[in-house]
């Protein structure tokens, strides 16, 4: 019988919460802390470009790009792998997730607006319309 899979990534900064459907936001401020401790925030973010194969911290920087995406690799649930898969750039699997999984116009996007909505319990003080502007402010976000 074979164990199930952690929930976690184990790294040497702390352990990273598997990425899921369900913890976009979490699992990107753990990764962001992470990827800042291995100096490769930048790269994933895409503030630092990759530097010419002629530059002397080319190898470096090639070395700390495979540490990110490994990382942000090894860090997902096999869902979330599926998204990545065939890319290369850490910079493009950090685009990647945040348009795929951070705004409302995804399917992960508007389950999470309606379960902090549904969360909502309508109190004696409160009107439906402040309801509705709770709604409307989540969209934006």
């Not at 019988?1 to 913890?23: D, R």
């Not at 503030?47 to 920087?61: A, N, Q, T, V």
Request: hydrophobic content about 35%; some cysteine.
């Amino acid at each position: 019988m074979s164990e199930p899979a952690p929930a976690i990534n184990q790294t040497e900064w702390g352990n990273i919460p598997l990425h899921t459907y369900l913890n976009f936001k979490t699992w990107k401020e753990t990764m962001t802390l992470v990827l800042e401790a291995m100096d490769t925030y930048h790269i994933v973010s895409g503030d630092e470009h990759e530097p010419p194969p002629i530059d002397i911290d080319y190898h470096e920087w090639k070395i700390r790009a495979a540490k990110a995406k490994t990382t942000i690799h090894l860090s997902c649930s096999p869902t979330i792998q599926f998204l990545l898969k065939g890319l290369r750039s850490p910079g493009a699997m950090g685009t990647t997730l945040q348009e795929r999984l951070e705004n409302t116009g995804s399917h992960v996007g508007r389950t999470t607006i309606q379960r902090k909505f549904r969360a909502c319990h309508l109190q004696k003080d409160k009107t439906l319309r402040e309801y509705f502007t709770l709604l409307r402010d989540y969209r934006l976000q």
